[in-house]
T-cell receptor, first 114, second 110 residues
Framework: EAGVAQSPRYKIIEKRQSVAFWCNPISGHATLYWYQQILGQGPKLLIQ????????DSQLPKDRFSAERLKGVDSTLKIQPAKLEDSAVYLC????????????FGSGTRLTVV | KNEVEQSPQNLTAQEGEFITINCSYS?????LHWLQQHPGGGIVSLFM???GKKKHGRLIATINIQEKHSSLHITASHPRDSAVYICAVVGETSGSRLTFGEGTQLTVNP
């Protein structure tokens, strides 16, 4: 089966600009996660979707970050406006109902804010 | 204190050496993952454990639920094993959300 697809792989923007990331999970995977990984740290959950509904967005900085999964398949994560501290790798992962703890991760988007 | 602690933070080995990375956690868990992350950023799931021991090729993962401890072993290490290895747990009360350790940077020299 195809893996979790993410784009772009790399992005460099200036602070105060906007940026969007895209994720297409494994076909049939109902649960989709966005994680932020700052250099030298473990990933931190930003938002979890179950189909097109939000399960957990408690750690999403909602003043500047937004995410949607309108049709319960692919998802976009947006940052507007970006700050220097948003420089990180943004990872998308998905899992299925049948194996909810069996994660598949995408290759990530490395964001640099200058 | 983090819910998931890994040791060591950094590990340098010579090709062929036996390697052990440890993970301790402080919460009840439904599952524990060992993940591998190469410099490009993408993460690969190596193992998912809820009890006992699993083996895949040169990799072995063990877990002791009573002691809240897991180990990842690499036998006959090779330079291509160089990566960050991350322990992550699914807490019993956290749905399916993963809580990650900070990772162990492994470098295997030829």
């Amino acid at each position: 089966e195809a893996g979790v697809a993410q784009s772009p792989r790399y992005k460099i923007i200036e602070k105060r600009q906007s940026v969007a990331f895209w994720c297409n999970p494994i076909s049939g995977h109902a649960t989709l996660y966005w994680y932020q990984q700052i250099l030298g740290q473990g990933p931190k959950l930003l938002i979890q979707f179950q189909n097109n509904g939000v399960v957990d967005d408690s750690q999403l900085p909602k003043d500047r970050f937004s995410a949607e999964r309108l049709k319960g398949v692919d998802s976009t994560l947006k940052i507007q406006p970006a700050k220097l501290e948003d420089s990180a790798v943004y990872l998308c992962a998905s899992s299925s109902y049948r194996q909810p703890y069996g994660y598949t991760f995408g290759s990530g988007t490395r964001l640099t804010v200058v | 204190k983090n819910e998931v602690e890994q040791s060591p933070q950094n590990l340098t080995a010579q090709e062929g050496e036996f390697i052990t990375i440890n993970c301790s956690y402080s919460v009840g868990i439904s599952a524990l993952h060992w993940l591998q992350q190469h410099p490009g950023g993408g993460i690969v799931s190596l193992f998912m454990l809820s009890s006992g021991k699993k083996k895949h090729g040169r990799l072995i993962a063990t877990i002791n639920i009573q002691e809240k401890h897991s180990s990842l072993h690499i036998t006959a290490s090779h330079p291509r094993d160089s990566a960050v290895y991350i322990c992550a747990v699914v807490g019993e009360t956290s749905g399916s959300r993963l809580t990650f350790g900070e990772g162990t940077q492994l470098t295997v020299n030829p």
